[in-house]
């Protein structure tokens, strides 16, 4: 079994930053890619950023491309989601996804994720 717990969401003025963790416990070993998706209030849960775990290849969103980075940390079992440049279209829930299987090199689905974290609050002020 595999638990994500996501953190470090919050209240920014536009411009700012924030780091989003996603911490992974259980079947680690198994984890073929990591993904950080995000849900703003009356829309679908759209993709923002992906990571594959044996070679740290990256994959981002338009939207964010320039403005936020993903990366993980092998030693804490750890994904993360540096954001800056926030604007107040960035406001939604965000949440990191975990997938065990690969299909194919595109990351983007959100069908390609087996497990999901509860999510994150953003908030982006004007």
């Known amino acids: 079994q595999v638990q994500l717990v996501e953190s470090g969401g919050g209240l920014v003025q536009a411009g700012g930053s924030l780091r989003l963790s996603c911490a992974i416990s259980?079947?680690?070993?198994?984890?073929?890619?990591m993904g950080w998706f995000r849900q703003a209030p009356g829309k679908e849960r759209e993709f923002v950023a992906s990571?594959?775990?044996?070679?740290?290849?990256?994959y981002y969103a338009d939207s964010v491309k320039g403005r936020f980075t993903i990366s993980r940390d092998y030693a804490k079992n750890t994904v993360y989601l540096q954001m800056n440049s926030l604007k107040p279209e960035d406001t939604a829930d965000y949440y990191c996804?975990?997938?065990?299987?690969?299909?194919?090199?595109?990351?983007?689905?959100?069908?390609?994720?087996?497990?999901w974290g509860q999510g994150t609050q953003v908030t982006v002020s004007s």
């Open positions: 996804a975990l997938a065990l299987f690969q299909y194919g090199s595109n990351w983007s689905p959100s069908g390609n994720y087996d497990y």
């Open positions: 259980g079947r680690t070993s198994s984890i073929r890619a």
């Open positions: 990571i594959t775990w044996s070679d740290s290849t990256t």
